[in-house]
């Protein structure tokens, strides 16, 4: 079962980086504009990194055309999200 986890992204930053949480999103700045499906593919690419997994358990579940969406990660535990990004709102 996949955990899923709540996301802001901003387009078109200076980087790639997880800034930390926003309430119960999880702030993410990615360098690529949001076309064709670029961002979210950045947005997975950096989770995954992140985490330690293949690309390929990350995906993009609700809001592919939004900055507020929600992501699907397979092979993964909740604890392990906190490990590495914190608890939301701290």
Known sequence: MAVRLRVHVTPRSGRDIVSGWRGDELAIRVTVPPEGGKANAAVCALIARELGI???????????????????????????????FGEPGV
Do not use: F, L, M, N
């Open 54 to 84: 293949p690309k390929s358990s990350v995906d993009v579940v609700v809001g592919t055309g939004s900055r507020h969406k929600q992501i699907a990660i397979e092979g993964v535990t909740q604890a392990r999200i906190t490990d590495a």
